[in-house]
C-alpha cells in the first residue's frame, strides 16, 4: 500500500465515519420526533377518554338521583299529606332547639351537634322532604348559628347590613 493510498483510505474512512454520524444524528433526531408525536397522541387519546368516563360518571348520577327520586316518591312517608309531614317537622324542631341561656356552657356542647343534625336529616333525607321543610315558614323562625362568640357577632352583625330584620 502506497502512502497515496492511505491517505485516500483514511479520507475515505474520515468521510464514512461523518457521513455515518450524522446519519445517526438524522436518525436519533427522526425517532425522538416518533416519540414526541407518540406521547402527544397517547396524552390526547387519555383525554378523551378522561372527558368520556367524566361524562359517563355524570350521567349515571343523574340516573341515580332520578332512580332515588321516584323511590322515595313511592315511600310511605312522601305519600304522607304535606300538612302532617310539616307538623312533624315542626314538632321535632321545638324538642331539638337549644336553649340560648345553656348554649354555650359547658354541659351542653355535647349537645350541639344534635340540635344541627336534625335539620340535616330533614333537608338531606330525600328532595320532598328538604322542599317541605324550606317551605315550612314556621321551622325557620330560630336559625342557630354555632361559632366563638367572636364569630357569631361578626355573623349577625354582617346579617343585619346585609339585610335588616323586618316585622
Not at 95 to 118: H, V
Request: glycine share 2%.
Amino acid at each position: 500500500m502506497s502512502s497515496y493510498d492511505a491517505e485516500e483510505y483514511y479520507a475515505l474512512l474520515h468521510s464514512t465515519e461523518t457521513t455515518l454520524s450524522k446519519l445517526r444524528d438524522e436518525a436519533d433526531e427522526k425517532i425522538n420526533d416518533v416519540q414526541d408525536d407518540a406521547e402527544d397522541r397517547i396524552m390526547n387519546i387519555q383525554a378523551k377518554a378522561d372527558r368520556k368516563i367524566a361524562a359517563i360518571e355524570a350521567h349515571v348520577r343523574r340516573e341515580e338521583v332520578r332512580l332515588g327520586r321516584k323511590l322515595n316518591v313511592a315511600s310511605r312517608t312522601c305519600q304522607l299529606p304535606a300538612e302532617i309531614l310539616a307538623a312533624i317537622f315542626e314538632h321535632v324542631s321545638r324538642f331539638s332547639l337549644p336553649d340560648p341561656m345553656e348554649y354555650w356552657s359547658n354541659t351542653r356542647k355535647e349537645q350541639i351537634a344534635g340540635d344541627i343534625y336534625w335539620y340535616k336529616c330533614v333537608h338531606h333525607c330525600c328532595s320532598y322532604w328538604s322542599k317541605l321543610a324550606l317551605a315550612t315558614p314556621n321551622l325557620w323562625t330560630t336559625i342557630v348559628l354555632v361559632g366563638t362568640n367572636g364569630s357569631l357577632k361578626r355573623t349577625n352583625f354582617h346579617l343585619m347590613v346585609q339585610r335588616p330584620l323586618r316585622k
